[in-house]
């Protein structure tokens, strides 16, 4: 096994590694967000116009199309208004989300493992 695998499971096997994780996975998001922002500042600041970078520009730039539901209009009114936003506050969104859900998944191990040691 290469160390980075090692490293993964030993992290993953830890109640505080999925904390690790989690962390590592936020600060991304949230520089990856914080350095687009930057980017558009600057564009801003140096040429004078706001150059917007929406959610279906990212997916296009990641060669990835933009889902699409005809049957379900609400649904895909919804996708369409995510699309248009600015990816900088979605990644940011989306930073927050996974804080959230790895807050609650290291709960829900804590708990676990505390159950197990009082049986």
């Not at 609400?74 to 940011?92: F, G, K, N, V």
């Not at 996974?98 to 998944?105: E, I, M, P, S, W």
Request: net charge positive; with cysteine.
């Amino acid at each position: 096994m290469t160390s980075w695998s090692k490293t993964i499971k030993r992290l993953l096997a830890d109640e505080t590694g999925g904390e690790v994780i989690e962390y590592a996975l936020v600060l991304g998001l949230i520089i990856v967000a914080g350095l687009m922002l930057a980017a558009h500042c600057y564009v801003w600041l140096k040429y004078g116009y706001w150059e917007p970078y929406s959610v279906s520009t990212l997916l296009f730039d990641l060669k990835l199309g933009l889902p699409t539901i005809p049957r379900v209009q609400p649904l895909q009114r919804m996708i369409e208004l995510a699309a248009s936003m600015p990816a900088w506050a979605c990644l940011t969104a989306l930073a927050g989300l996974c804080f959230v859900a790895g807050k609650l998944l290291t709960n829900l191990a804590g708990q676990r493992s505390r159950s197990r040691q009082s049986r």
